[in-house]
């Protein structure tokens, strides 16, 4: 890469012992691996989003909690805007409910419906499919290896997100 393809020095802040040659690009990558992912989880798709299978696994995973729709932004890491969107979507297709707290008029908890629970169960056996075969062939220390970075990049993303 010479000084016209980076203008503003992008990977003068990589560890010196990386030369600009070596540096592969983490975000075409991540881009390439979700666009892969999504594909696979539409062919396996019935009648509930991957979207909607992740909302619903966690609402079941959490169940004996108290889940409100900050938590799903957190946990997520999307806004307000998105989730709630997703979250009137799942209303109205009756997977979700929101209840009333008795401490708080302007919060309401998330639960998951009869259609709801069925859908979860449904959703679960697809996404254990998928990363299974999406680990098939890897050492467990590499996917150990692969999570660490993963945790460190979003954490790196997290941090520049709270700087603006």
Same mark, same amino acid.
């Given at each position: 890469?010479?000084?016209?393809?980076?203008?503003?020095?992008?990977?003068?802040?990589?560890?010196?012992?990386?030369?600009?040659?070596?540096?592969?690009?983490?975000?075409?990558?991540?881009?390439?691996?979700?666009?892969?992912?999504? !594909?696979?989880?539409? #062919? &396996?798709?019935?009648?509930?989003? %991957?979207?909607?299978?992740? /909302? $619903?696994?966690?609402?079941? =995973?959490?169940?004996?909690?108290?889940?409100?729709? !900050?938590?799903?932004? #957190? &946990?997520?890491?999307?806004?307000? %805007?998105?989730?709630?969107? /997703? $979250?009137?979507?799942?209303? =109205?297709?009756?997977?979700?409910?929101?209840?009333?707290?008795?401490?708080?008029?302007?919060?309401?908890?998330?639960?998951?419906?009869?259609?709801?629970?069925?859908?979860?169960?449904? =959703?679960?056996?697809?996404?254990?499919?998928?990363?299974?075969?999406?680990?098939?062939?890897?050492?467990?220390?590499?996917?150990?290896?692969?999570?660490?970075?993963?945790?460190?990049? =979003?954490?790196?993303?997290?941090?520049?997100?709270?700087?603006?």
């Amino acid at each position: 890469m010479d000084a016209k393809d980076n203008p503003e020095g992008i990977f003068q802040s990589f560890p010196s012992e990386l030369k600009e040659s070596e540096v592969r690009e983490i975000g075409p990558w991540i881009t390439q691996i979700s666009i892969l992912l999504n !594909r696979r989880m539409r #062919e &396996e798709e019935n009648t509930v989003t %991957a979207v909607h299978g992740r /909302i $619903l696994g966690y609402l079941g =995973k959490c169940e004996k909690e108290e889940i409100f729709q !900050r938590d799903l932004e #957190e &946990e997520f890491s999307v806004r307000r %805007a998105t989730i709630s969107k /997703i $979250l009137s979507l799942m209303e =109205k297709n009756g997977l979700i409910e929101r209840k009333p707290v008795p401490y708080d008029a302007r919060l309401k908890k998330l639960e998951l419906t009869e259609k709801g629970w069925r859908a979860r169960a449904e =959703k679960s056996l697809q996404i254990e499919k998928i990363e299974i075969e999406m680990a098939s062939g890897i050492p467990k220390e590499k996917l150990d290896v692969f999570f660490e970075v993963c945790d460190m990049i =979003k954490n790196n993303l997290c941090e520049m997100e709270d700087k603006k």
